[in-house]
């Protein structure tokens, strides 16, 4: 080979490894960590736009929806993808309207309250003069409607008129009525009634 071209083969070898390590020098290293980005997007099940395109039926199908994500690892460019149905709006309504109901407290009858206008049992005179005195312990069905129903002797007093003066009082009196869950409702109650001679009488 003569000498010129020697020459000439060996200045383009030697421009070809020039370039290549320019080249190689100016590459941007590559690194060893892995950097992970993660994209979330909603997608619209494909069931529901299978189904129908009217607008009347697209309104009674609830929208049902999947959550997507999507996980890029830049290393090797793979992707992993997670999918998980949301929980129907209708389900959390329900709940929410079932933990909203509340009992009402269950409450006494009451016989005490000014508006009923109960007057006070009448004192026997014969009791009176004897100076007769006790407690009767009544036994009353108050009903729904607040009235008396029966009327029983639960306590005598160890005085049978005075007795009788209780049970007659409490028969025509009425009452503020047992509530059970807000309802009025039966219930038997006890009403004590004291007859007690004042200095003056």
Do not use: C
Request: avoid cysteine; glycine fraction near 4%.
């Amino acid at each position: 080979m003569p000498l010129s071209q020697r020459v000439s083969v060996i200045a383009a070898v030697t421009f070809l490894h020039l370039i290549i390590l320019f080249n190689y020098h100016h590459v941007a290293p590559i690194s060893g960590t892995h950097k992970e980005m993660t994209v979330s997007f909603v997608l619209q099940d494909a069931t529901q736009s299978t189904e129908t395109h009217t607008p009347t039926a697209r309104q009674s199908v609830p929208h049902k929806f999947k959550q997507v994500t999507v996980s890029k690892v830049e290393s090797d460019s793979t992707y992993s993808l997670v999918s998980s149905e949301s929980v129907p709006a209708n389900i959390t309504e329900t709940t929410a309207v079932q933990a909203s109901t509340l009992s009402l407290p269950d409450n006494e009858p009451d016989y005490l309250a000014a508006y009923l206008n109960n007057s006070a049992p009448i004192y026997p005179v014969v009791a009176r003069r004897l100076g007769w005195q006790g407690k009767v312990l009544v036994s009353v069905e108050v009903l729904a409607d607040g009235r008396a129903g029966q009327v029983k002797l639960q306590h005598s007093s160890g005085h049978p008129v005075l007795d009788d003066a209780a049970i007659n009082a409490v028969k025509d009196w009425h009452f503020s009525p047992a509530r059970h869950a807000g309802q009025p409702v039966d219930k038997w109650f006890l009403v004590p009634i004291p007859f007690v001679l004042k200095e003056s009488e």
